[in-house]
Every structure is written in structure tokens, then in C-alpha cells.
């Protein structure tokens, strides 16, 4: 059977899924955060990583995309970039977008949505996707990434950002720092949100900074970065919501 794009573009994130959660495994430091999660947790994070890596990847294929041949009859592959440049539309361009939606569900109704996300108290990777079921509707990505894949006449480097940004995300929600001993983190650690950096932004203190995806250059720009000079203590947010309510409609 042959791959199509779009699941060559999901490899690199299963593969960063299961490299992350045998990392868990093989640790102590892992293995006792993982015991320390509640059914509730599990539940949670377990639906939410179903909805974002097949739902909502089923959806953009199928339902969206087909929204977007509705409302853009003939405009099918009619941007004929090379792969660098949708490439850098999907890792810098959306990454942008992202940080103001992102800013966006952190205000008003959209955080009481959002909030969910934030009940995470372990950067375990598992976390990534937890949110209230409908919340995705929300997100930039649900929506922009199958029009760029609709006009796009190569898709391929768009959909390489696409997976990168995936992969990346799980790493920064995960236990995984990288310490500035590391050789790679004068290269990195400038202009890319690193794990440390995400885990101030889940912080109980400091949840109103660190917005970005993938460039802190968003960040510091709009002044809302927050360096990870000392990881905060404890993160997540306590909540008086119920199961079914973080599921389904967290309005107290």
C-alpha cells in the first residue's frame, strides 16, 4: 500500500511518541511519575492524544479539506512554491499564528476551555493533548494546515513543518530538558522553545508567558517570554471541575 504525504508527515511523530514514552519506561524518574498518574489523568490524556493524532488528522483530510473545495473551487495547487518555502510558511509562518491563538485561549471564555490543558502537573509527554474533547475546533491548526495542503502544489515541505512542529511538541511537554551542558544548547537554546521553557509557561505562577510553538522570537518580541533560569515548582492548575465536565463542558 502506498503512504500518502500525510502519513509519511505523521511517522516522525509516532516515532518521537514512542521514543519519548520508552524513555519514561527505562527511567526511574520516569517510571515514578507515571505510577503517580490517577485513572482520571490517564482517561484524560488518553483521549486527548486519540482525538489529536487520529481524529483530528482524519478530520483535516477528509471534512476540511473538502470545505475548502467548496469555498475555493480551482484554486487546488495553485501556490507553486518550492518545499523550503512551505516549509518555513508551516514552521515560522503558522508557528506566528499559533502564538496569538494561543495568547487567545488564554483569556476570557477561551481559557475557561483551555484551563484543562493547564490541570497537567507532570511534563510527561502523555499530557500533550489534554484538553476538553471539543477544544481542537479551537486551534489554529485544525483549520490552516489543510487549506496550505489544498493550495499547495508540493505539499511536502509544508507537511515536514507540520510533523516537526508535532514532534517538537511532545518533546516540550515532556521530562526531558535540555541542559545548557549539552552541546547542542548554545545552538538551540536562542530561538527555540525548549522543554524548560514550556514548563514554566504550565507553571502555577507564570502560566501567561511562553506562548510559542516553536520560535521564542514571538515571545520576545511581544514581551511575554519568561526565561527558564530555574524551573518552577509545583505546575498545573487544581480545578473543582469534574470528569465529565474537563470532557465535555468545563464551565463551573
Known sequence: MTMTPQDLAQLPVFVTFVGLMVA??????????????????????????TIQGMVIP??????????????????????????????????????????WNHRLL???????????????????????SRNT?????LIIYLWIHPLFIYLLSNPGGYLLGVSLTAALDLWRHSRFLLPPSHWAYPW????????????????????ACNYGANLKLWDRIHGTYCPAEQLPSPIGLSTSLTLLQKLFFPFP
Not at 470545505?67 to 518555502?85: D, V
Not at 488564554?106 to 499530557?127: A, E, K, N, S, Y
Not at 474533547?133 to 475546533?137: D, Y
Open 133 to 137: 474533547l471539543w477544544a481542537s475546533l
Open 188 to 207: 538551540l537554546a536562542g530561538w527555540l522553545i525548549l522543554p524548560q521553557d514550556h514548563t514554566v509557561h504550565h507553571s502555577r505562577a507564570t502560566p
Open 106 to 128: 488564554h483569556r476570557g471564555l477561551c481559557w475557561r476551555i483551555h484551563r484543562v490543558h493547564h490541570t497537567v502537573t507532570q511534563m510527561d509527554g502523555l499530557g500533550t
Open 24 to 49: 519514561n519506561v527505562v527511567n526511574s524518574q520516569g517510571r515514578s511519575q507515571l505510577r503517580k498518574k490517577t485513572q482520571q489523568e490517564w482517561l484524560l490524556d488518553g483521549l486527548g492524544l
Open 58 to 99: 482524519l478530520l483535516q483530510v477528509s471534512l476540511v479539506y473538502w470545505l475548502y473545495q467548496r469555498l475555493l473551487p480551482g484554486r487546488s495547487e495553485t501556490l507553486t512554491f518550492p518545499a523550503i518555502t512551505g516549509f518555513i510558511i508551516s514552521f515560522v509562518l503558522v508557528d506566528y499564528l499559533y502564538y
